[in-house]
Every structure is written in C-alpha cells, then in structure tokens.
C-alpha cells in the first residue's frame, strides 16, 4: 500500500485483508512485535525506540526480513506503511527474492493535497482516552469535548495544517522515485482517495480482480 498520510491507505488495507483474508503488515506493528519478542533487531530496535529515536532505515529493513520468517506470509500478505523510501524498496526486492515471494500489486492511494490537510485539520483527539473525532464526519455530542471520557479534545500537533504540509512534502520527495520504480514494474494500481465508505469494499474488489 503506497499513499499519503491521511488518505485512507490504512482503512483500504484492512477492507482488502477481510476481502482476502491476508494479515495487514505495518511497521509499527512489525517493531512492537520484534521487541516484545526481543529478537537480535527489536533489541537494537528497542535501544533506540526507549531514547525517543527515530529507528534506523537498516535495523527496520532487518525486522520486516525477521517477519517474513513467520508462515502467516506464505499464502499473501499486504504490507502497510514499509517501503517508504527508495532504500527501503531495494531491501525489500532482496527479502522478498530470498524468501521466493513474488509483489504481485502496488495499491496507490491518490488524494489532492488540499483535500488532505482539509480531512486532517478537522480531526481531533482525546488526550486522556485517545478516541479520535472529525469536525464534519464525526463531530463529538457536545463541542470539544470527548464522548467517551468527557476531557477536552485537542488538536495534534500532527494534525495542524503547517506540519501536515510538511509531511506531505517528506512523503511526495521520498515515495517519487518508489512509485516510478513500481510503475516501471507494471505493479501499480491506482485507487481515489475521495471514494465514499460505502462503495469502497466493491471498489476494491474490482480493482483486485
Ligand atoms: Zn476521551
């Protein structure tokens, strides 16, 4: 799955993994996992993940070629969030040669920019019980304040639209040369991030074939 933050890249993966009854890989996932199970790279992993750092792109690549280790992959998997960069793909042509699994799809995920930071700007969140709401699509009952445990919501500093705009720069420079390496390949396929909720499951579907 390849697409900016907040297209809906993570909502895709999961419908395709009920579709298809594939396990949804992420990189968070897969580094949580590698340190509970405290194997040679979720501990190197842990070493810089305790110090608020930001993990090293050779460590991640050695914890995704830990993961496909397990057999939960042999029948298909949809990775989610890793590669993101160009690096990331080449270790992952190499894992994937290794291990004789073929990448038989890229789900690109396309949104405007301007859409993004206006879908992102309006999400709040609970700071106390972490709920997530959206001014338009999921308001809380009462104006700023959370259904569920009633502290007052905040806005992520994520959330505001000048660091939204960066990290949609960040994304466009590093996944550029990903999304032409798999367009190259003939891997790509291209969904619209505005395709409403309801009619995504046979959108997908379709497009999967
Ligand atoms: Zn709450």
Redesign the pocket.
Known sequence: MLGPPGSGKGTRAHIISELYDLPVITTGDMLRTAVAEGTECGKIAKSYMDKGELVPDDIVNGVVRERFQKPDVEDGFILDGFPRSKGQADALDQILEDNNIELTHVILVVLDDKVIVERLSKRRS??????IYHLESKPPKKQGV??????ALIQRDDDKPDVIKHRLEVYAEQTKPLIKKYRDQGLILETSGVIPMDQLRDHLKELLG
Not at 146 to 151: E, S
């Open positions: 609970c700071p106390k019980c972490g709920e959370c259904d569920v445990c009633g502290a």
